[in-house]
């Protein structure tokens, strides 16, 4: 299953894809990505305009020379066979080799003060609507399969009152969902326009087999700490040193990204995806301030997983940093234990005041000795035969 986000540029397919994608567990696609992997321009950033006239004449050259540039590389990159939300788009030559109109789902997004002049390139989303609209008069697709979200703003206003969906079912009738923002429509879609359209609440393992999405999300025992003010401002440099308080009370596995964290304000405002970089305890950081890489040892090799916390390991513990070389000590929260492939990561609150996820063989626990003994991982599998006939 694939769920296509379209739109201009500058209209937020990539924030919309990216938390759909993760509401979801399912994997990201841009598009785009075979062509900024080899673009390069001296413009500035701030000339938006310049860039994307630039891009857009590099693409066509290079999709003279070959057509498929764009369906290769996702195709050797992504699992297509499993469950994917690919943004960004345009040529109706590549729309068409990847849409099933039995099984896909399209989301067009509309921002309505997108200052920008459309490209030649973006001629390309109006035939794919009407592709589209030929497929649904012959009955091949659903109606329901098509989206159309139309926004004036990015983001909701602030507001006192509880957020809602303000779409109503004679709303919901028309070609176009027309929303406050992109905001509004991101979580209207999450939770309202998904299931209209009949998307199932299930992910994708890379062998195709289905998971039930609520094994992605798992309630922890909730603990206080605080939380780096730029991380709530989609890493603005002006919010560096402020912290919030807040209370950590899930973990999230999304297959091929870091273990996340979900965490409530004391406002009560929820925020989901919070690396371990963000968090700290404490009053104040001591050194070494760890870097990501350093403080999570490995990605989430899927999103079915369970957490323990268990009573014989509780108290301090030593770890070894290995980019570092480095020994800390800490303290034993709980174990993430993605079950299936024998995979685990145990969450520690370090002495510098971060949070790290790091395997048994880089924690000592009960602050034993910074040493590890040279034994070898145990690769057997211990089953015994069943007998003929039987289930065991």
């Given at each position: 299953?694939?769920?296509?986000?379209?739109?201009?540029?500058?209209?937020?397919?990539?924030?919309?894809?990216?938390?759909?994608?993760?509401?979801?567990?399912?994997?990201?696609?841009?598009?785009?990505?075979?062509?900024?992997?080899?673009?390069?321009?001296?413009?500035?950033?701030?000339?938006?305009?310049?860039?994307?006239?630039?891009?857009?004449?590099?693409?066509?050259?290079?999709?003279?020379?070959?057509?498929?540039?764009?369906?290769?590389?996702?195709?050797?990159?992504?699992?297509?066979?499993?469950?994917?939300?690919?943004?960004?788009?345009?040529?109706?030559?590549?729309?068409?080799?990847?849409?099933?109109?039995?099984?896909?789902?399209?989301?067009?997004?509309?921002?309505?003060?997108?200052?920008?002049?459309?490209?030649g390139f973006e001629q390309g989303l109006d035939i794919i609507r009407l592709h589209l609209a030929y497929q649904q008069?012959?009955?091949?697709?659903?109606?329901?399969?098509?989206?159309?979200?139309?926004?004036r703003n990015f983001y909701d206003e602030p507001k006192n009152t509880p957020w809602k969906l303000l779409l109503s079912?004679?709303?919901?009738?028309?070609?176009?969902?027309?929303?406050?923002?992109?905001?509004?429509?991101?979580?209207?879609?999450?939770?309202?326009?998904?299931?209209?359209?009949?998307?199932?609440?299930?992910?994708?393992?890379?062998?195709?087999?289905?998971?039930?999405?609520?094994?992605?999300?798992?309630?922890?025992?909730?603990?206080?700490?605080?939380?780096?003010?730029?991380?709530?401002?989609?890493?603005?440099?002006?919010?560096?040193?402020?912290?919030?308080?807040?209370?950590?009370?899930?973990?999230?596995?999304?297959?091929?990204?870091?273990?996340?964290?979900?965490?409530?304000?004391?406002?009560?405002?929820?925020?989901?995806?919070?690396?371990?970089?963000?968090?700290?305890?404490?009053?104040?950081?001591?050194?070494?301030?760890?870097?990501?890489?350093?403080?999570?040892?490995?990605?989430?090799?899927?999103?079915?997983?369970?957490?323990?916390?268990?009573?014989?390991?509780?108290?301090?513990?030593?770890?070894?940093?290995?980019?570092?070389?480095?020994?800390?000590?800490?303290?034993?929260?709980?174990?993430?234990?993605?079950?299936?492939?024998?995979?685990?990561?145990?969450?520690?609150?370090?002495?510098?005041?971060?949070?790290?996820?790091?395997?048994?063989?880089?924690?000592?626990?009960?602050?034993?000795?910074?040493?590890?003994?040279?034994?070898?991982?145990?690769?057997?599998?211990?089953?015994?035969?069943?007998?003929?006939?039987?289930?065991?």
């Amino acid at each position: 299953m694939k769920i296509f986000v379209l739109g201009r540029s500058r209209t937020g397919k990539s924030p919309f894809a990216q938390q759909v994608a993760r509401f979801f567990g399912a994997q990201h696609i841009m598009g785009s990505e075979w062509v900024r992997r080899q673009f390069t321009t001296d413009l500035p950033k701030s000339d938006r305009a310049g860039i994307v006239q630039a891009i857009t004449a590099f693409s066509l050259e290079k999709l003279r020379q070959n057509p498929h540039s764009c369906l290769n590389f996702i195709a050797g990159k992504y699992d297509l066979n499993s469950f994917c939300v690919i943004e960004g788009l345009r040529n109706p030559f590549d729309f068409i080799h990847l849409f099933d109109y039995r099984h896909d789902f399209v989301v067009f997004l509309e921002h309505e003060d997108n200052g920008l002049t459309a490209t030649g390139f973006e001629q390309g989303l109006d035939i794919i609507r009407l592709h589209l609209a030929y497929q649904q008069n012959l009955g091949l697709l659903k109606s329901e399969r098509v989206i159309s979200y139309r926004y004036r703003n990015f983001y909701d206003e602030p507001k006192n009152t509880p957020w809602k969906l303000l779409l109503s079912e004679d709303d919901r009738k028309q070609a176009e969902w027309c929303v406050p923002s992109l905001e509004h429509a991101i979580t209207d879609f999450c939770l309202v326009g998904s299931k209209r359209a009949g998307i199932p609440e299930v992910t994708a393992s890379p062998d195709g087999s289905r998971q039930n999405a609520r094994h992605i999300h798992s309630d922890i025992q909730p603990f206080r700490c605080r939380i780096r003010l730029e991380y709530l401002y989609d890493m603005d440099p002006a919010y560096l040193g402020q912290f919030r308080n807040c209370t950590v009370f899930a973990l999230s596995s999304y297959e091929g990204h870091v273990p996340t964290f979900k965490i409530l304000l004391d406002d009560g405002t929820v925020f989901a995806y919070i690396p371990a970089t963000a968090l700290v305890h404490g009053t104040e950081s001591k050194d070494p301030q760890l870097e990501l890489c350093e403080l999570v040892y490995h990605n989430c090799p899927s999103g079915n997983f369970c957490i323990n916390s268990f009573a014989e390991l509780q108290g301090p513990v030593n770890v070894f940093i290995k980019q570092k070389g480095l020994w800390l000590e800490g303290e034993y929260i709980l174990t993430m234990d993605w079950y299936e492939g024998n995979d685990l990561l145990n969450l520690v609150a370090l002495a510098n005041g971060q949070y790290a996820l790091l395997p048994f063989h880089k924690v000592k626990f009960k602050n034993g000795p910074r040493e590890f003994s040279r034994f070898k991982k145990l690769r057997q599998i211990w089953t015994i035969p069943t007998p003929s006939g039987k289930n065991s």
